[in-house]
């Protein structure tokens, strides 16, 4: 399994400049981040941070502490490498389960894409958003970048730089099989949460608030046009979670 958190990230990376749900994502979060005033002056906590892309976007936002973590000790080895380079002392990493975080903060945000999919049952996925509250002051948000359940099998999201292959029944969640369409494709899997699952875990963590967003998508270009992005926003692969502790 940590071999496909590994795969995971650096296909998820790559994804970033090359997919339009990616795109999407970013586009999102650049979003919600401006709607908040920005990140300047903030404690930042990043999960599931693969390679250190949005670590670095918080960051850059001139964020007073940027942490990232991530299950897989490969990706936080990339991403160590890469600040080396940079010579930026200012961000940290770090190897957890989101699950069992360690005590790292307080912060005043946190940003997760796509980690509470992963959550194998009802149990772990609970862990997870009492781990991240754990980790927050009191007031403080959480961003989650989070797939939307029940388009497979009627939606193609192939053109947007994934497809899910079959969806197996399983524990507490359906099992979600897939390929990232990087060359060549990787296999990746992850649980089908409902909303409603997820914005159970939050309250029952303690978080005050929650809502959903959808996702935003960049203003339409030469590769990607309207229409293009019109056929996304009928079935989107994700949306934006915000939670308040």
């Known amino acids: 399994m940590r071999f496909q958190y590994d795969t995971i990230g650096e296909r998820y990376a790559e994804s970033t400049s090359t997919a339009a749900f990616s795109a999407a994502d970013t586009y999102t979060l650049h979003g919600a ?3 908040l005033g920005g990140v300047r002056g903030l404690d ?6 693969g390679y250190g892309y949005n670590t670095r976007l918080l960051a850059r936002g001139g964020a007073r502490r940027t942490v990232g973590v991530d299950v897989s000790e490969e990706m936080i080895r990339l991403a160590r490498a890469h ?3 940079k010579d930026r002392p200012d961000v940290e990493y770090h190897v957890a389960d989101a699950a069992g975080l360690p005590d790292l903060g307080p912060f005043d945000l946190a940003t997760a894409a796509y980690v509470f999919s992963y959550a194998p049952d009802r149990r772990s996925l609970h862990a997870m958003f009492r781990s991240v509250r754990a980790n927050l002051r009191a007031g403080g948000r959480l961003l ?3 797939p939307n359940a029940g388009a497979f099998p009627r939606v193609d999201w192939s053109p947007y730089g994934v497809r899910i292959l079959d969806r197996v029944p399983d524990g507490d969640a359906p099992l979600l ?3 990232f369409l990087t060359e060549p494709p990787v296999p990746f899997e992850f649980r089908e949460w409902a909303h409603a699952d997820l914005a159970e875990a939050a309250v029952e963590a303690g978080f005050v608030t929650v809502g959903w967003q959808p996702n935003r998508t960049p203003p339409a270009d030469a590769v990607r046009d309207e229409a293009y992005w019109t056929a996304y926003r009928a079935w989107p692969i994700s949306s934006l979670m915000t939670c308040t502790a």
């Open 33 to 35: 981040l401006d709607a």
């Open 44 to 49: 930042a906590l990043d999960l599931a941070c």
């Open 83 to 85: 600040e080396a380079t």
């Open 144 to 146: 989650a970048i989070v």
């Open 177 to 179: 099989k897939a390929h």
